[in-house]
């Protein structure tokens, strides 16, 4: 027997079996109450389901994110146990997902598990796959390790972000395949960096790009400096919006080009005429609540919707609670206060990648000064708008 015919034959006689069995639009409407991994499964009981199933995945193009904090009670990282049953819960089929958590919870665990390899590792390859067997096939997934964490709690887009300088936390914010927006990502190395690299990345001599996120690791070694300008320069030059830092480490995707300890730069290039951006500075002079607020409160000049709104802010480890004299979460305070309904996420990291720039429509506000781009005890505070 099919689970066509089980499924039918109990309401055979019933009103809601010939509803649920001919009309589209009921069924359609009950779908989209249905978490996306549920959705699945249902599409497999009759063409009616399936049919109605991917047009509810099609109008499901709404960004989502999992976060945690605290210790996890499990060998893998806080956010992968987390994710693992929140990723059931989604309403959207994950097309692009940034992750993001503390480099000092991963990098104790890599220490333990290199003492002893009978111990599995939080960032053991393991760790790193069953990561990436959470989503689909075929979705993108950036992970990034970082000396500090900003997230905004699972759920609501109303709740309080949070910064946390201290302790294991993380987060993954899912992107679905969403019209009129294209979302690229892309790893370059001494190795494979050149202008044809750049270009076949979507980072230059395209037309549609709007914002590129983007995480430079280990270029504090030999000839890092070099290769972060390299990356840079030809960036600058476009009318896109750069926003991103210098991270500790980059656990995914894997990078088979270099060897471990290499320097390298990930991120994400962002085109297309529904993808909007701006970002502002918060330089070495803002340093009270007052003034961070005044800062970000430009950001409004972008007048981005609020629907598919993401706030993103990079900070220099020397910032957060210390540089406002012991008052914690100033900055992620003062965006919830300007933008209440907005999430945010970011990172505490060793350098700081943006400036003052507005990407809306058909015009582009910037300073273009590829010196302008790295900055030291700063924060860069982004909004990106995804159509």
Known sequence: MTENQEFNE????SKAAYVLSN?????ERILTFVPTKSLFRIASVCRLWRNCARRVLRTQQQLAWVSVCGPSTTEAHSLCSSLSEEVEKVFLLPKTVLAMVDSATLNEQVYCYRQNKAKRSRQSPDTVHELNLL?????DVLGITTPGIVLTPTGSCSGSPQEYQDGEAGFAVMFPSTEGVNIKPFHFCKKTISPTALKDAGLVDNSELRVVLIFFYEVYKTGGA?????VL??????KAL?????????FSPPRHCCSDGAYGAVGLALSGPKVQGASVLLDQDVSCPKTAEATIRRLSAAKMPEKNTLGLMFACVGRGQNYYKN???VEADAFRKVFPKTPLFGLFGN???GCDRIIKDDYTLCDTDMDTLQHEYTTVMTLVHLG
Not at 10 to 13: Q, V
Not at 23 to 27: F, L, Q
Not at 226 to 230: A, D, E, S
Not at 243 to 249: K, P, S
Request: net charge negative; with cysteine; aromatic share 4%.
């Open 10 to 13: 109990p309401l055979h006689d």
């Open 233 to 238: 320069e030809p960036l600058a030059k476009t």
């Open 351 to 353: 350098g700081e990648i």
């Open 327 to 329: 008052q914690p979460n």
């Open 242 to 250: 750069i926003a991103g830092g210098i991270v500790e480490g980059v």
């Open 23 to 27: 009309v589209a639009e009921v069924v």
């Open 226 to 230: 070099r290769f972060l300008n390299q």
């Open 135 to 139: 989503f689909p096939k075929g979705c």
